[in-house]
């Protein structure tokens, strides 16, 4: 998905009072107002079902100080699971995670959008049972706001991965994103509409 990477390596925990330490794993992104963050997430996490998960953030440093004392930005912030992927054989203990939300205004996702590489962020999670699709999809129509369609990637990833054919739809006016643009799969066939009429006329002729 995109950027900067970690050059060295450390290992995100599991902590005593259930939640996970997780490292930002590369520069966090707003692309076409959704906030993209890099994680680095113990291995052992279950959720086979990506699609529809989430995982609660405290926006705060991550230590029992600040877990226990500051409670500037008291509300967790829900981030949507968009990726998920393996990591090299001797990193085998974690796993790199990309989560999402609609960035908008909100003081705690520009919090975690400012974080740098290597810092630790608490999560509670993953959380809420998914969504999959049935076994027999083989065509699979996305309809999307822009700053939402990174939480529906990895619908996105398994039609294709079982040979299906994708086509999206966005709902926005604004030029389409290059950099939102670059995170699907090339398969993926993209259109837009603007207007209510160009939306229903999009949508009218893709069902058919």
Wanted: net charge negative; hydrophobic share 45%.
């Amino acid at each position: 998905m995109k950027p900067t990477q970690r050059t060295d390596f450390d290992f995100p925990t599991i902590n005593d009072d259930g939640t996970l330490s997780a490292l930002v794993d590369g520069t966090p992104w707003a692309v076409a107002g959704a906030l993209l963050l890099p994680l680095r997430m113990p291995a052992t996490l279950q959720a086979d079902r990506l699609a529809g998960r989430y995982f609660l953030a405290r926006c705060t440093e991550d230590t029992p100080w600040a877990r226990a004392h500051d409670w500037t930005l008291p509300l967790r912030r829900t981030l949507y699971i968009a990726d998920r992927r393996a990591l090299v054989a001797e990193q085998r203990a974690a796993e790199r995670w990309h989560l999402t939300a609609v960035l908008g205004d909100d003081p705690g996702l520009h919090w975690l959008h400012a974080r740098a590489v290597g810092t630790r962020v608490n999560f509670i999670g993953p959380l809420g049972s998914g969504f999959d699709l049935p076994v027999t999809t083989r065509n699979l129509l996305v309809l999307a706001e822009p700053a939402r369609l990174p939480a529906l990637l990895p619908l996105v990833h398994a039609a294709l991965d079982r040979g299906g054919h994708v086509t999206l739809l966005l709902h926005t006016v604004a030029q389409q994103d290059a950099d939102l643009i670059r995170l699907l799969p090339l398969a993926v066939e993209t259109r837009q509409a603007g207007s209510d009429e160009e939306w229903q006329g999009e949508l009218g002729a893709l069902t058919r």
